[in-house]
């Protein structure tokens, strides 16, 4: 799948076994596609009991995108677990200077 707004590209390859679901993401989450992407995880949690995010390639992360980690975080407490993988440097620090690092499940 590809999300595109404004100029901002994000690729999301999906995986689903079972209701377990991989989503890799490569490229930026802004406030631009934050709205998309808000709906389409909204869609594809359904039914998920153990969801991974795979952050290999991905980019950029603004403020707002924090907020669709946690979000994400949310419903998955009420329905299954979640870790985000592959996590890299720039991406941790925005984590760890919002406080995500403490409320999600981080793996190498």
């Known amino acids: 799948?590809?999300?595109?707004?404004?100029?901002?590209?994000?690729?999301i390859t999906k995986t689903k076994h079972g209701n377990s679901l991989c989503l890799a993401l490569k490229g930026r989450i802004d406030t631009t596609?934050?709205?998309?992407?808000?709906?389409?995880?909204?869609?594809?949690l359904h039914g998920v009991a153990d969801l991974t995010i795979d952050l290999r390639e991905m980019?950029?992360?603004?403020?707002?995108?924090?907020?669709?980690f946690a979000d994400?975080?949310?419903?998955?407490?009420k329905q299954?677990?979640?870790?985000?993988?592959?996590?890299?440097?720039?991406i941790m620090k925005i984590f760890e200077v919002?406080?995500?690092?403490d409320i999600l499940t981080i793996e190498e």
């Not at 799948?1 to 690729?11: D, E, P, Q, R, V």
């Not at 980019?59 to 669709?68: E, I, N, P, Q």
């Not at 299954?80 to 720039?90: A, L, S």
């Open 59 to 68: 980019d950029y992360l603004s403020s707002d995108g924090l907020r669709v």
């Open 80 to 90: 299954g677990f979640m870790r985000v993988i592959h996590v890299n440097d720039k």
């Open 1 to 11: 799948m590809i999300l595109y707004k404004s100029g901002t590209c994000m690729k």
């Open 72 to 77: 994400a975080q949310k419903t998955m407490n």
């Open 33 to 44: 596609i934050v709205p998309e992407l808000e709906k389409l995880l909204k869609e594809l």
């Open 98 to 101: 919002n406080g995500l690092v």
